[in-house]
Every structure is written in C-alpha cells, then in structure tokens.
C-alpha cells in the first residue's frame, strides 16, 4: 500500500469554482503534514502546511482528518494562476522522511 | 540567498556512464534529501542526510551513491547509468525535523 495516496484527477473547473482535493496516509505515527504546488517542468513549491485544527490562507483551506488518516484542500475563486498540481506530502519524524502523493492536477478553464 | 541550486539542468547519458549530480543549499539547513520523479509514480526518495556526516537510504536507492560533502553540499553520484535512470532529479534540503522542505530547480537526465 503507498503510504500517500491522491486522486491524480484531472481536474478541470470554470474560474471562480469551489474545487476540493483528498489525501490519504497509511502510517497513523505521521507528525507533519503539508500541501506543494508544482508547475509544468518545475519544482514543487510549499503551498501551506496542514494543522490538526485546520488552516485557511487567503482562498485556500487546509483540512486534516487523524482518525481517518485524511487531508483535503479547498480552494475557492479559482483562478486561472492555480492551474498547477497539487501534491499532498506527509513526514513521520523519527524517519526524517517525506512521502509525497502522486499529485491531482487541476486546470482552471476561462 | 539562492536557496537549493541544482547542476546541470539538464544531461544526456549513453548507458554505463557515469556522473554526479550536485547540490547546494545556503539556509544553513541540516537535512537534505535527493528525490526522483517518473509520470505516474509522483517523488520518490533516492537517499537522504539528516544531517552533516549521516546519509541513509530511501525509497529507490539502488545504483545511487551519495556524498553530503559539508553542511552546504550534498552530491548524488551514478556509477553505471542506465536507461531506466532517465527522470527528473530533484534535491530538497529542510532545517529538519519535518519542517518545510525547499527545492532545487532540477535535472533532467536522459540515459540513452
């Protein structure tokens, strides 16, 4: 089983569209949890970190699940500049790794 | 401050070569970690420090070797190149424990 798990989509929404994105982890022991944007043929670029309590920055909300071992991402007013992947990332300290999702592409149509 | 510099952006390999691939990182970060992304498969850890003079394996280590060189520098060698080595290499350094990884630009191999 991966240990992070993204439905790889693709998403395709009209501008200013609500869209959500789900994550699943496998190992309960992960401590940090994250979301990456990545562009086309660039590196992935930290989007926002996920809190236990949730976490809003500007038309992005962050959401994390413990019991059911589940992240989400909802952006709102999409605009045609989130057109990217998303990559759902988690760390489990005493590894000092991160296991990254497959990414759920998304392209915000005019 | 350049954050994580990658060299070269891109290379073409004939199978059995070798080469090395470098990194750099000027956050005075401790942990650094070397990534592979293949279509489909998403990243994937190659071999990661978590600090000055430790390394450890990841995920998909073989026929990779690596060299965390000083605090800065972190290097990832391929001895005998081959062609399912063809991939985007991505290096990524972190202060450590489980705080915000920042990356390279990449490179882009091809393995002829």
């Known amino acids: 089983r991966k240990e992070v798990e993204q439905d790889p989509g693709p998403f395709n929404v009209p501008e200013g569209a609500t869209v959500a994105f789900n994550c699943t982890y496998s190992?309960?022991?992960?401590?940090?949890f994250f979301w990456y944007r990545q562009d086309c043929r660039k590196e992935p670029k930290l989007l926002m970190s996920v809190y236990s309590s949730g976490n809003e920055d500007g038309r992005f909300t962050a959401q994390l699940n413990r019991a059911s071992q589940y992240i989400s991402l909802l952006i709102r007013d999409s605009k045609l500049s989130d057109s990217a992947t998303y990559l759902c990332?988690?760390?489990?300290?005493?590894?000092?790794?991160?296991?990254f999702g497959t990414g759920t592409s998304l392209t915000v149509i005019p | 401050n350049a954050g994580v510099t990658q060299t070269p952006k891109f290379q073409v390999l004939k199978t059995g070569q070798s080469m090395t691939l470098q990194c750099a990182q000027d956050m005075n970060h401790n942990s650094m970690y070397w990534y592979r992304q293949d279509p489909g498969m998403g990243l994937r850890l190659i071999y990661y420090?978590?600090?000055?003079?430790?390394?450890d394996k990841g995920e998909v280590p073989n026929g990779y070797n690596v060299s965390r060189l000083n605090k800065r520098e972190f290097s990832l060698r391929l001895e005998s190149a081959a062609p399912s080595q063809t991939s985007v290499y991505f290096c990524?350094?972190?202060?450590?424990?489980?705080?915000?990884?920042?990356f390279g630009p990449g490179t882009r191999l091809l393995v002829l």
């Open positions: 990524a350094s972190t202060v450590g424990g489980g705080e915000t990884q920042y």
């Open positions: 190992n309960s022991a992960s401590q940090s």
């Open positions: 420090s978590a600090s000055e003079g430790t390394t």
């Open positions: 990332v988690v760390n489990t300290k005493t590894g000092n790794q991160f296991y």
